[in-house]
């Protein structure tokens, strides 16, 4: 039976993140457990995107700064690293750094900070369902231990992103966005990052529960006090507690549900020995969740034909704060955008509802509308 350990930690107080991520390793035995002296370890941070801390789209620098420190105590060589969403740049990296804050904790703690697009290599995964081998940040492959840092936060495409989705920026740049072209199905979508987890081989998962997402994450949502800091070596277990403790069925978070249908994953947190808190307790009340892909719940050649008119489409939410960067334009995998003086035009024939375009956009100027059979459907259970 896998473990999954949950400690409380209200804020992003330095001594409270220590005293938390203590109590949270302990039951697994501790950071040693898992690093040994002069070992490589990387963490995989969440830097989706530009965002200040406080919006809480990127892992809270604090909460980084004491993993970096527990690593360093095993005896670690630490390094920190990501490949952000979209077209990378060496200056837009930088910015996305600088802003998450991220990039002044490693400066302080003397961390190197690594843009997995850089250098990549091919590797083989194991057991894999759809996709037998992926192209990574030479990093990942390199390390001798791969620690995953995720955020407490809804997706829009996948429900809830966690330890498993946050691997994914182990894939360099826009070749993300092309896995969206080429794997649109939801489902499917959700058996490639099972893939990728085998592939990427993470020893450990911390989750930075402390404020999370809700509502249209991964970059859009709002902030929401959790509380808790949640650990485990099996991801996907880590993932299913995490998504309970949102208010969804696990089966609803699509990697979840790829683990289970291949027997490495798990169908309810009452299936996994969850141990320190107890995460009912913690389970933030009447959080809001993104709109259900209501297609899915349809016979297939039905699902199909009813997507584009049951799932939420990308729209200009806030056109005041749209700056014409192109972002969206340059990260849409199928060229559905146009970015013109008005700002981006949609193509939602073209459209494959994605949203790279909404979870990239600098100043969040795109939202996400979702139709009205949707929104009756989901009625009492969030967005």
């Not at 826009?174 to 990052?193: I, T, W």
């Not at 141990?275 to 993104?290: H, I, K, S, T």
Request: charged residues 20%.
């Amino acid at each position: 039976m896998a473990t999954v350990s949950i400690s409380r930690c209200s804020t992003y107080d330095s001594a409270e993140i220590a005293t938390a991520l203590d109590a949270v390793l302990s039951p697994l035995g501790g950071m040693a457990a898992f690093v040994s002296p002069g070992q490589r370890v990387l963490l995989k941070v969440n830097l989706l995107s530009r965002a200040l801390p406080q919006r809480a789209v990127t892992t809270h620098p604090e909460f980084v700064r004491q993993v970096i420190r527990s690593v360093r105590a095993a005896g670690g060589e630490v390094s920190v690293g990501d490949s952000p969403g979209g077209p990378n740049t060496v200056g837009g990296v930088r910015k996305i750094w600088e802003d998450s804050g991220i990039g002044a904790v490693c400066a302080e703690e003397s961390v190197p900070l690594l843009l997995f697009d850089d250098a990549c290599t091919r590797v083989s995964g194991e057991g894999g369902g759809l996709y037998g081998a992926f192209t990574l940040g030479s990093a990942v492959v390199e390390t001798d231990v791969l620690i995953s840092l995720p955020k407490f936060k809804t997706h829009g495409l996948m429900m809830f992103t966690g330890a498993v989705k946050n691997l994914f920026g182990c894939i360099p740049g826009l070749e993300k966005a092309q896995y969206h072209l080429k794997v649109p199905d939801r489902d499917d979508f959700g058996s490639m990052l099972v893939d990728l987890m085998l592939a990427c081989h993470p020893s450990l998962a911390i989750m930075d529960a402390v404020v999370g997402m809700e509502g249209e994450g991964p970059a859009g949502g709002t902030p929401r006090q959790v509380g808790a800091v949640i650990a485990s070596a099996n991801s996907v277990a880590l993932d299913v507690v995490a998504s309970s403790m949102a208010g969804l069925d696990p089966m609803e978070v699509y990697s979840n549900k790829a683990a289970a249908r291949r027997g490495i994953g798990f169908a309810s947190a009452d299936e996994i020995d969850v141990v320190g808190e107890d995460w009912r307790a913690l389970a933030p009340e009447g959080f809001q969740l993104p709109a259900r892909d209501l297609s899915a719940m349809m016979p297939p050649w039905l699902g199909k034909r009813m997507r584009g008119w049951t799932t939420a489409r990308p729209f200009l939410e806030r056109a005041g704060d749209c700056t014409r960067c192109k972002k969206c334009e340059e990260s849409c995998p199928v060229s559905a955008i146009v970015v013109g003086d008005g700002g981006p035009v949609f193509d939602h024939g073209t459209c494959i509802r994605c949203y790279c375009c909404q979870e990239l956009c600098p100043p969040q100027a795109i939202g996400l509308k979702v139709p009205p059979i949707a929104r009756f459907a989901t009625r009492g259970r969030g967005k």
